[in-house]
């Protein structure tokens, strides 16, 4: 075994977004105000910051605010305020619009803006790289080093130039040991690490089992007559039926672009249903489809979401190390929002570990990390908001309606706490039991097919490496995914990495296009045996987001 040479840091963050990043700013800054030298290195698996970055996004800056009081002089990429709240309920042809009086507060936008949260996340890696921390983009973590006692000591990068028989090529690198007093984990949503991590610990137990949402998004660039800069909306309904949870945006950017998505919850029943189809469908009705008339689409992309809420957190310390952001949870559901808490939730476990350097602790728990959440605004948010996708499980109407009579009426102070016992996996129905659904062919101008749409997220990965999408049994995808629930895997994958095809003696087999795959881990959330598992291929491989 090649011997892995290694690094010492005070603190190593792994994912460079914006909690991973928040978290090594507000330990410069305080390294920096208390004249301590604290080391902190950032390691990120896209080729460049930023570059994995998917999201809406509309941004609450309450946190980055805290972070950065001067953050509009350092010309951060926030210059578009929202101006207009809209929020439509779909039929199949109409669209009914709800009076702004009748919205609760965590669907209202003013004082936020429309950012594209690549583009945030890229400039925070520069007030980084200011305050000297180390950042490592193209590096992916997938090895969790520990103690003899069993504490977290940091982290592994994988080996590059591996070939898929796993022979070593010409271009062979072995991995690097990152080692640290403290490890933050920050890998947004389904982290590789940190579900490990979860595993290993049992940060779950008593908790409720996490649920996801998968966000598919696209970027346009829109007719100047149908652009109007700061509009925000939001719909509910067609074309996704009651029992699913979900709800498109349309947020209207400067230089007349215009981000549209459709979030949908990946506790979906039917197994015939395709997020990516869906989307297509929903810029087609009559309320929509104007908007696009005469644009063209310029960028494509999808990742997942955590959405279980407060109810969901898991443990946020163990000995060695914390999750924060997406890898831990804080999304608030409700408001449609996550970057914001990512970046509270980063400066909070920061403030825990640098008190912890100070008083020359390691590998121990940071246990004032949890404590200060439990204190700040942060969890309150989510307080507010705890039984918001619990609700939507028993369907839309229900949904909806408690949804006005929590948020609306009782503003956020309801006396009652709603939990749910089975995870998104669990949710999926034999395909005998559902309807069938049959997508209308995409025509190339509106609608556009999954290869097209893989082609504008930049996505690249070797073709002779070994394929990172593994199955622990290779004989379930057809024994019982295809035989059970129609090959579900086809549909959910919003980059085509999952086909069914015959063989040459006329037999079902599971073709993985691993090249396709724009890491949203959609197929490590939904696989109904969970036996699909998502791990991190070379460092800088995968999706570069242009600002997505």
């Known amino acids: 075994m090649t011997e892995r040479e290694s690094m010492e840091y005070d603190v190593v963050v792994v994912g460079g977004g914006p ?10 800054q305080l390294s920096a105000q208390g004249g301590h030298d604290i080391s902190v290195c950032v390691l990120e698996k896209g080729v460049e910051i930023g570059a994995h970055i998917l999201s809406g996004a509309v941004m609450d800056t309450r946190a980055l605010t805290e972070l950065i009081p001067d953050w509009k002089e350092k010309n951060a990429p926030l210059d578009t305020p929202v101006t207009d709240d809209r929020f439509l309920f779909l039929t199949k042809k109409k669209a009914m619009s709800t009076p702004h009086w009748l919205l609760p507060a965590c669907f209202r936008n003013h004082g936020n803006y429309i950012v594209r949260l690549g ?30 006692s069993g504490a977290v000591k940091g982290v592994a990068t994988g080996d590059m130039g591996i070939a898929r028989d796993g022979s070593h090529t010409p271009q062979y690198q072995p991995g690097m040991e990152l080692l640290a007093r403290y490890t933050v984990f920050a890998e947004g949503s389904r982290g590789q690490l940190g579900r490990q991590l979860v595993d290993h610990y049992q940060l779950d137990a008593g908790r409720d089992p996490q649920s996801y949402a998968m966000g598919i998004k696209e970027l346009w660039e829109v007719d100047p007559a149908q652009s109007h800069p700061g509009l ?18 349309l947020y209207h950017l400067a230089g007349n672009l215009v981000a549209v998505g459709l979030v949908v919850g990946l506790d979906y029943p039917n197994p015939w249903l395709s997020p990516f189809e869906e989307f297509q469908r929903y810029k ?21 979401l955590t959405t279980g809420g407060l109810l969901s957190l898991p443990k946020l310390c163990f000995p060695g190390g914390v999750l924060v952001g997406c890898d831990a949870g804080v999304l608030n559901t409700s408001r449609i929002k996550g970057s914001h808490s990512a970046i509270k939730s980063g400066a909070l476990a920061a403030e825990a570990a640098y008190e912890a350097i100070l008083a020359d602790r390691r590998h121990d728990e940071l246990v004032a990390y949890p404590a200060a959440f439990e ?31 929590e948020q609306w009426l009782l503003r956020g102070k309801m006396p009652w706490t709603l939990h749910h016992t089975k995870p998104d996996h669990a949710c999926l129905q034999p395909a005998a039991q559902c309807a069938r659904i049959d997508y209308p062919k995409p025509d190339g101008t509106l609608t556009f097919d999954k290869m097209s749409s893989v082609f504008l997220s930049n996505t690249h990965h070797e073709e002779n490496e070994p394929i990172h999408l593994t199955l622990k049994n290779p004989a379930v995808p ?15 994958c919003p980059a085509g990495v999952y086909e069914f095809v015959k063989t040459e003696s006329g037999e079902d087999r599971l073709q993985i296009n691993a090249q396709n795959c724009i890491h949203c881990k959609t197929c490590d959330i939904k696989d109904p045996t969970q036996n699909i598992v998502w791990v991190a291929p070379q460092g800088g491989e995968g999706p570069v987001y242009n600002g997505m």
């Open 375 to 405: 204190k700040s605004w942060l969890r309150a948010e989510l307080n507010q908001s705890r039984n918001f996708k619990q609700w939507f499980k028993k369907g839309r109407t229900v949904g909806t309606f408690m949804t006005g009579v």
């Open 119 to 148: 583009h945030v996340t890229r400039w925070l890696g520069e007030q980084a790289e200011a305050l000297d921390v180390d950042l490592f983009p193209g590096f992916a973590a997938t090895e969790i080093l520990y103690t003899e």
């Open 284 to 304: 087609t009705h009559p309320a929509i489809r104007p908007t696009f008339e005469g644009g063209k689409r310029i960028a494509y992309g999808a990742r997942s």
């Open 478 to 492: 057809v024994a019982v995914n295809l035989a059970k629930y129609a090959g579900p895997e086809a549909r959910y």
């Open 19 to 28: 909690a991973g990043l928040a978290t090594a700013i507000r330990l410069k």
């Open 232 to 249: 925000v909306m939001h719909t509910s309904g067609w074309p996704l039926d009651t029992d699913t949870y979900g709800g498109s945006f």
